[in-house]
């Protein structure tokens, strides 16, 4: 395990890190921002910018309040930017939709799906090019 709270793990996979969402909700913005902050200190740029990312945000639960899109805003960019390769797993095509609008709305260029298969696969792919 490279990373374990609450709220997400971060595991080695075959040739990725797996950074998976749990479903257990932050209970305020400041738990958020603490929790991307701790996440910057362990994977900074320089080492993220070597790694590839499956972000897996099935069980993520949404927070539609004011307070917590702010925090959002501002974790979004530490936390998705900056990886080699990145894709985000979504539960439903609503998810990747709405997902493909933040990322690129943000400049997060991402593969952004349903099919765990394929997430894979993206990150795998060209390793020698």
């Known amino acids: 395990m490279l990373f374990e709270s609450p709220y997400n793990i971060i595991e080695q996979a075959d040739g990725f890190v797996r950074f998976v969402r749990l479903p257990v909700g932050y209970p305020d913005p400041a738990a958020m921002a603490e929790e991307a902050d701790a996440l910057q200190e362990r994977f900074p740029p320089a080492r993220r910018a070597r790694m590839r990312c499956l972000r897996d945000l099935r069980a993520a639960r949404g927070n539609n309040s004011a307070a917590f899109e702010a925090a959002l805003k501002r974790t979004r960019l530490q936390v998705f930017t900056g990886w080699e390769r990145l894709s985000a797993l979504?539960?439903?095509?609503?998810?990747?939709?709405h997902c493909k609008r933040l990322f690129g709305g943000l400049g997060i260029e991402a593969l952004v799906t349903t099919d765990e298969l394929a997430a894979a696969q993206y990150l795998r792919a060209d390793r020698s090019a």
């Open 90 to 97: 979504m539960l439903s095509q609503s998810g990747v939709l």
